[in-house]
């Protein structure tokens, strides 16, 4: 791949399910654009999802394109036991979740949490079925909860359970994530995303487990992750909005304006983060999408996202690579409006008092007053890349590095596009950089690039230098 398809610098996640599953189907989404693709472990089992491994990396290669893989855990999700038939409660009922009870009916249902029974309080709410039912807790005993129906409607079997008031004490980490985790760290993925994080110690006790063997991305679905924020962005190397569940315990209104709160945020740490659910939901079932969606899309690329994500659209949706090439069309469109409308665009950032930050904000201001066609960034760790990305530059951000994982794991990263390298020796570097722009046609005879590296050359943390070089 190269060219004009590298121009496009928001990611694109694609969720594999079982209407993507094979080579051909894997071959066509990453023509179609697909970046990251994410393995969702809420379904399937272990031989499924190798399977679905072995296939991504040998696609790739085949393609000759850098793909990271996501595995994202289920986490710990509530749900309510079996009720005889769709049982309707009405509005001012009172309704019992109950520890003990078998088959749910129309006075109650089973909920063995004990960490719920624990956590909640009196006028504690609980919603089921994505909200669509509310609940608000009126008693609570060590095998009872007694509520009254804020919203009736259908209680079904085994729908889940939202607490949108509490912070639940109980482990990040569900017996199935852990036997997850051990299966996963023995593949080769490169990012792993938590689910249902709602403060920092869930991700300081996840990560662990994983050590460096995997970007940890924690997912923004709980509102009292908002408390920690900061923290948490800090602790993790990436976020994904996920606006499903955080829609479900939060006001919808409130949503658009945290989105914006939380991609700034992680543009100012330096963290890539992915807006998440529902993008394109209608494509599902339907070839092209709704013009709210396109918006949505592209109000993602205006605030600065690193990545857009597609979930049931392209796991179990009719219209997968469709998908794809219609989110990569708004995204470029976007992108396109951005360059020629700047004010409309990712707003820029406080400039940082550390060397490395200051080093990045100028190589961008100086490749943007020279009307360079790249930056190209010499990174061992990674770090470089990410802290170039964070100013959103108007040009290319062209990577390298000498550790495999890195180039991968980068893939997700705005702007970056990365290439492996194992070259020793400043100028030698530059010139195995020059080749690469022009194979990849970034670039021609004459044009500038500026690069970023430190002195000395090929040392981890140093980033130090800049340097205006033509091809």
Same mark, same amino acid.
């Given at each position: 791949?190269? &060219?004009?398809?590298?121009?496009?610098?928001?990611?694109?996640?694609?969720?594999?399910?079982? @209407?993507?599953?094979?080579?051909?189907?894997?071959?066509?989404?990453?023509?179609?654009?697909?970046?990251?693709?994410?393995?969702?472990?809420?379904?399937?089992?272990?031989?499924?999802?190798?399977?679905? %491994?072995?296939?991504?990396?040998?696609? @790739?290669?085949?393609?000759?394109?850098?793909?990271?893989?996501?595995? +994202?855990?289920?986490?710990?999700?509530f749900r309510i036991g079996e009720v005889k038939s769709d049982i309707k409660v009405i509005k001012g009922n009172n309704y019992i979740f109950d520890k003990n009870a078998e088959i749910g009916?129309?006075?109650?249902?089973?909920?063995?949490?004990?960490? /719920?029974?624990?956590?909640?309080?009196?006028?504690?709410?609980?919603?089921m079925d994505d909200g669509k039912l509310q609940f608000v807790v009126k008693k609570i005993s060590k095998d009872k909860i007694n509520t009254e129906v804020v919203v009736g409607g259908y209680?079904?079997?085994?729908?889940?359970?939202?607490?949108?008031?509490?912070?639940?004490?109980?482990?990040?980490?569900?017996?199935?994530? /852990?036997?997850?985790?051990?299966?996963?760290?023995?593949? *080769?993925?490169?990012?792993?995303?938590?689910?249902?994080?709602?403060?920092?110690?869930?991700?300081?006790?996840?990560?662990? !487990? /994983?050590?460096?063997?995997?970007?940890?991305? @924690?997912?923004?679905?709980?509102?009292? =992750?908002?408390?920690?924020?900061?923290?948490?962005?800090?602790?993790?190397?990436?976020?994904?909005? =996920?606006?499903? +569940?955080?829609?479900?315990?939060?006001?919808?209104?409130?949503?658009?304006?945290?989105?914006? *709160?939380?991609?700034?945020?992680?543009?100012?740490a330096g963290k890539p983060v992915i807006v998440a659910t529902q993008m394109l939901e209608s494509m599902i079932d339907s070839p092209s999408p709704t013009r709210a969606e396109a918006s949505?899309?592209?109000?993602?690329?205006?605030?600065?996202?690193?990545?857009?994500?597609?979930?049931?659209?392209?796991?179990?949706?009719?219209?997968?690579?469709?998908?794809?090439?219609?989110?990569?069309?708004?995204?470029?469109?976007?992108?396109?409006?951005?360059?020629?409308?700047?004010?409309?665009?990712?707003? #820029?950032?406080?400039?940082?008092?550390?060397? !490395?930050?200051?080093?990045?904000?100028?190589?961008?201001?100086?490749?943007?007053?020279?009307?360079?066609?790249?930056?190209?960034?010499?990174?061992?760790?990674?770090?470089? =890349?990410?802290?170039?990305?964070?100013?959103?530059? #108007?040009?290319?951000?062209?990577?390298?590095?000498?550790?495999?994982?890195?180039?991968?794991?980068?893939?997700?990263?705005?702007?970056?596009?990365?290439?492996?390298?194992?070259?020793?020796?400043?100028?030698?570097? %530059?010139?195995?950089?020059?080749?690469?722009?022009?194979?990849?046609?970034?670039?021609?005879? &004459?044009?500038?690039?500026?690069?970023?590296?430190?002195?000395?050359?090929?040392?981890?943390?140093?980033?130090?230098?800049?340097?205006?070089?033509?091809?």
């Amino acid at each position: 791949m190269s &060219g004009l398809e590298f121009l496009r610098s928001t990611k694109i996640v694609s969720t594999v399910g079982t @209407a993507t599953d094979g080579t051909s189907k894997l071959k066509s989404l990453i023509k179609a654009g697909v970046n990251v693709f994410r393995l969702n472990f809420s379904h399937g089992n272990h031989g499924d999802h190798l399977k679905r %491994i072995t296939n991504i990396r040998s696609v @790739a290669n085949e393609v000759g394109c850098n793909v990271a893989i996501l595995a +994202d855990l289920q986490g710990p999700k509530f749900r309510i036991g079996e009720v005889k038939s769709d049982i309707k409660v009405i509005k001012g009922n009172n309704y019992i979740f109950d520890k003990n009870a078998e088959i749910g009916d129309f006075s109650r249902v089973n909920l063995s949490h004990d960490e /719920i029974y624990e956590s909640l309080s009196i006028g504690s709410n609980i919603l089921m079925d994505d909200g669509k039912l509310q609940f608000v807790v009126k008693k609570i005993s060590k095998d009872k909860i007694n509520t009254e129906v804020v919203v009736g409607g259908y209680i079904k079997s085994n729908k889940g359970i939202n607490l949108p008031d509490v912070v639940i004490n109980t482990n990040p980490l569900t017996p199935k994530d /852990i036997e997850d985790l051990k299966f996963i760290l023995n593949q *080769d993925v490169d990012w792993i995303a938590l689910s249902f994080v709602q403060k920092l110690s869930d991700v300081e006790e996840v990560k662990k !487990y /994983i050590g460096d063997k995997a970007g940890v991305i @924690a997912k923004i679905e709980k509102p009292s =992750a908002l408390k920690e924020l900061k923290s948490i962005i800090g602790a993790c190397e990436g976020i994904m909005v =996920a606006r499903g +569940d955080l829609g479900v315990e939060l006001p919808p209104e409130e949503v658009p304006g945290i989105q914006k *709160d939380i991609i700034l945020e992680c543009r100012q740490a330096g963290k890539p983060v992915i807006v998440a659910t529902q993008m394109l939901e209608s494509m599902i079932d339907s070839p092209s999408p709704t013009r709210a969606e396109a918006s949505d899309v592209a109000t993602a690329v205006f605030d600065g996202a690193d990545a857009v994500m597609l979930s049931a659209e392209t796991a179990v949706g009719l219209f997968p690579t469709e998908a794809v090439t219609i989110m990569d069309r708004i995204i470029c469109s976007a992108e396109k409006h951005i360059k020629s409308h700047r004010g409309d665009g990712p707003q #820029n950032l406080k400039v940082e008092n550390f060397v !490395y930050n200051a080093v990045s904000h100028s190589a961008v201001s100086l490749a943007e007053s020279v009307k360079a066609k790249a930056v190209v960034a010499f990174t061992a760790s990674g770090n470089t =890349a990410y802290r170039m990305a964070r100013e959103r530059p #108007n040009l290319l951000l062209v990577v390298m590095t000498p550790d495999e994982k890195v180039k991968r794991r980068l893939s997700l990263l705005w702007g970056a596009y990365s290439f492996f390298s194992k070259v020793q020796g400043y100028e030698a570097a %530059i010139e195995e950089a020059r080749q690469i722009i022009r194979k990849q046609k970034f670039a021609k005879n &004459g044009d500038a690039i500026v690069v970023v590296a430190g002195m000395p050359f090929g040392i981890s943390g140093s980033t130090n230098s800049i340097r205006v070089v033509d091809i």
